[in-house]
């Protein structure tokens, strides 16, 4: 008999069909003479209702076993259904329990439990609705990621996680060594000897892979990473994680409005994909989670994206009748609350700022004709703030040392990144997409850790 | 005008279309009255032929600017070509540098540089046919991976790179911490105080996101992990990255049948993908580097795997009229030279040996009737050796208690592991596939080095 994934089955089952499912229990429900019970495989957020009946052998045995939570196979007939919400079931002939949970030790019951306790069973709380319909959107996610670049002709690359490179960008480095932490090996000078670690050297996880990125587009024009970077900032909030992946697409013969449609693009290919594969877990987080995401869906796809440079959004944001905690002053950092009153109330959709001030943006990034700006933008989203960082790089080879002087920065200690302008430089671009602000922004969900499998955030490495 | 990438002219491209190309020459012929440029733009092998003519504004000091490794954009129209091996060439309307190459300084010139070299100007050598087919070939090999198992309803999930787990399998480990190196708090006990650092204990870089994709195909039924994995093994050989990434599959409902099944039908899609879609590269790699890939993947794509119980291969080992180096006794674990023996001489395919001695293989791979081997499965690749490893996993909590305590491991440490066989436990299995290894064997090239972008070594993190 045919083995199927449940989704298959709800979505394309026929009466008088023979078939095979396995999954988990969810729930169970004895009546007069029959039972029903709803298996899920994770392969979507609706479970198959099976049926039951007391003429089954062992019937009793058999029942005493499925509890919320056992694992089993059931091979059966589907029929119509009765009930409401689902257009088949399935008739069990046999019945396999390969999996007991006892109701009195197993953490997930049928009640609702608050994120906070299923972050504490992150071994479990995949089985849930909610976490089901996270890890199924986080996947769509990723999938429409690559297809957007490798149908476009980008190459994905793979860019080093540990790094000897300490000026990377800004935040705080996890160092990475073999040396015994017990008996660090020193030398005269008391110095930490870095000879007898693996690498010879300081090394470090990453915080980016831009640098290796612009390498790799000017070999092939168009690449993008999408891997694990890491900050050791110790910021214990709902919005930050020490271990997060990041997609960063990097093209050569490109300025800051081919990077700037093609971060629009890339939403808009996004938010159309998920909707469009995951339609029933959209509506599941519309309903249980942010009855705001399906609009802001739609606003996405639909809409152009708000351009704005920095010095028109300063102006705006002097004249709102909104009291800010921060201030606003031309040449400061855009706060949260700032760029969510852009975002959120002002223009009301994603909206992007260009052309911040040179002091508050990173030494890579173009110099402007004024010298006063650099060719950065940043798209903001409504609730989530930045979403998407880009700029256009510094691809002249005497500003990029200046600024990386002015930075504090030794030029000798990227030397291979100023060969890229010693050698065939070109104008190039860039962004970096935080994935798991993505996958916020799209469910709703409200906490950052509750959209990665196993969070990594300060005091907790759990799993 | 249209910008069109290079592959997309020399495929498609047709006389009297106008376009435009940028991209990096790779060489010049200047001749009476007209100069030839190479311009690749990492888009193929295969560089575009151009045909800039006398008449052209500033021709003298135009083509003093292109040389080898000068960015271009090139403005003109198609025309058929004269010469061998190409359709079409460029006829050059308007010529842009945008950065030259001082042929004094610039590393790439025409002649052949060996490999050893070119890893020491790993920022430039993606700009070399060799690095360039590699790089493709590696991309579209990423892509037939995700391609493969999105297609079959896998999801791919995010296992962390940080992990507190010191036990997830063999090889040594690289410590993570935010800890001053120099001054390493201490207990009073002087053991390291790790409440201090950041994660408030002991923390590695992952050897494979295995135990975490378990805890997810119990809720999805099928998984994937497609990351970087990390050894402080201080090995150089050809043959050993200190971080590499590995894609692991895991499978509910699935034995070693299903694994193996999975497995092969994993590879031949590889094979499948890369010959359709990087035909150029492949052709280059049999030609230049090893000419028998292509014979090697043909061989794979049509030939069913060798399938043989680790006890049998003992038999065939001890048979043969070779001397190998090290012992062949049943319980000793297979060498290098073994394995190639296998798969390269004896069935000169893809090998899969099954069902080691419990002794050799992990704690988690489940144990037969028999209680002296487990249910695991390696495939050796010609020339390659182990490209694939993978078991059924053991689902009985007894047992697995049972092998943990055995190990000298701690129970009450995998705490979460075990709670997987306790509530709803399920048949389950999967596989590792080293991606490296993968390309490496896909391309013949002989350094694994040569194969990913940015190589980290014992001593070396360069870039």
Chains 1, 2 share one sequence.
Not at 171 to 182: A, I, P
Request: proline residues 4%; glycine residues 6%.
């Amino acid at each position: 008999m045919v083995k199927q994934r449940i989704t298959e089955v709800l979505r394309n089952g026929q009466p008088d069909e023979s078939l095979v499912v396995q999954g988990w229990v969810r729930t169970k429900r004895e009546l007069k003479g029959f039972a029903f019970i709803e298996v899920n495989d994770g392969s979507s957020l609706a479970s198959l209702q099976v049926v039951i009946n007391e003429d089954l052998p062992d019937y009793d045995s058999i029942l005493k076993q499925i509890n919320t939570g056992a694992s089993v196979e059931i091979a059966g007939v589907l029929v119509a259904s009765q009930g409401k919400g689902q257009r088949v079931e399935l008739k069990a002939n046999q019945v396999t329990v390969y999996g007991g949970a006892d109701p009195d030790t197993y953490p997930l019951q049928k009640k609702r439990h608050s994120f906070e306790f299923l972050r504490s069973i992150g071994h479990l709380r995949s089985r849930t609705n909610s976490f089901g319909a996270v890890f199924r959107v986080r996947n769509a996610c990723a999938t429409a990621i690559h297809q957007f670049f490798q149908e476009r002709g980008f190459l994905w690359i793979h860019t080093p996680i540990i790094t000897a490179n300490d000026c990377e960008g800004a935040g705080e480095l996890f160092s990475v060594t073999s040396l015994d932490l017990k008996d660090v090996p020193r030398k005269e000078t008391k110095a930490v000897d870095y000879s007898k670690d693996f690498f010879g050297k300081p090394t470090y996880l990453t915080v980016s892979g831009q640098l290796q990125a612009e390498v790799m587009a000017t070999a092939f024009t168009n690449v993008y990473t999408f891997g694990p970077t890491f900050r050791a900032e110790n910021s214990n909030t709902s919005r930050h994680l020490a271990e997060f992946w990041m997609v960063e697409p990097e093209m050569a013969f490109c300025d800051l409005k081919g990077d700037m449609d093609l971060a629009e693009a890339f939403l808009k290919h996004i938010f159309k994909y998920v909707m469009k594969t995951c339609a029933e877990d959209m509506e599941f987080f519309n309903q249980r989670i942010d009855n705001t995401v399906i609009a802001t869906a739609d606003n996405i796809i639909n809409n152009e994206f708000e351009r704005v440079t920095y010095t028109e959004a300063i102006k705006l944001l002097e004249k709102a009748d909104v009291k800010f905690d921060y201030p606003v002053s031309w040449g400061l950092d855009l706060q949260s609350e700032h760029e969510r009153y852009l975002a959120e109330h002002l223009f009301k959709k994603p909206t992007i700022v260009t052309n911040y001030p040179v002091q508050i943006k990173a030494f890579y990034m173009r110099l402007d004709d004024d010298e006063k700006t650099v060719a950065a933008m940043d798209i903001l989203a409504p609730k989530i703030g930045e979403i998407i960082g880009g700029s256009q790089r510094e691809e002249r080879l005497e500003i990029l040392e200046r600024r990386i002087l002015a930075q504090g920065m030794k030029p000798e200690d990227l030397w291979w990144y100023l060969d890229l302008r010693r050698f065939g430089t070109v104008p190039h671009a860039g962004f970096g997409l935080g994935f798991e602000r993505l996958v916020q922004f799209m469910t709703g969900m409200g906490n950052i850790r509750d959209v990665i499998p196993f969070p990594r955030t300060p005091e907790s490495a759990e799993f």
